[in-house]
């Protein structure tokens, strides 16, 4: 009888422990992710970007609305900051993520150029190896940033004489016209610092 009850008592601890190490695994198995609510110059909501971390990668999906007929240069940018300073438009955000080592469009975070129906609305999914969820939720954060124009990714053909600095840097994108501060996904309903021109 007593064998019978700790066979019964063993078998129970068993179950127990299994179930916790599922529980555990399927916890460090969720994806982890992030979110940017996107602001245009007037400092209105256009749409969000959102950041998911899937078997360490990180897909990247766009909805939008409000933007300009076209391609536009698609971006992650240093600083969580879409402030202005006296540099211009959402300035505070900095440079590409990765410019500091490397020229375009061998940044890590410059992702394919986002296109813009007829009616203003726009929507990219992308899935990318090149940064993770952790790396852009870094100390100081980071930001999405949509340019004016398309992004050429520093392809000048030497015949053309070859990709000036500019292009080296921004792939001649051009103005910043959307911002959005990168969070973690439990604050994504955060409003985005901005401030809107006079």
């Not at 100390?139 to 500019?166: C, K, Q, T, V």
């Amino acid at each position: 009888m007593m064998t019978r009850r700790l066979q019964l008592l063993c078998c129970g601890a068993l179950l127990a422990i299994g179930a916790i190490a599922l529980s555990v695994s399927a916890q460090e198995a969720a994806p982890s992710g992030a979110a940017a609510s996107v602001i245009n110059a007037d400092g209105d909501s256009i749409g969000t970007v959102t950041f998911t971390a899937v078997n360490g990668q990180t897909v990247v999906t766009a909805e939008l609305l409000g933007l300009p007929q076209g391609f536009h240069g698609f971006h992650v940018h240093t600083t969580g900051s879409c402030e202005d300073t006296n540099q211009g438009r959402f300035t505070a955000a900095g440079g590409h993520v990765g410019a500091k080592t490397t020229s375009h469009a061998s940044h890590p975070a410059d992702l394919p150029s986002l296109y813009v129906t007829e009616n203003g609305s726009a929507y990219l999914s992308v899935v990318t190896d090149l940064f993770t969820v952790d790396q852009i939720l870094d100390a100081d954060g980071s930001a999405i940033m949509i340019h004016a124009n398309p992004d050429n990714f520093a392809n000048i053909p030497p015949r053309y004489g070859g990709p000036d600095l500019e292009t080296l840097n921004t792939g001649d994108s051009g103005a910043r016209i959307a911002c959005g501060v990168i969070v973690g996904a439990l604050n994504a309903e955060a409003t985005p610092e901005a401030t809107p021109a006079s």
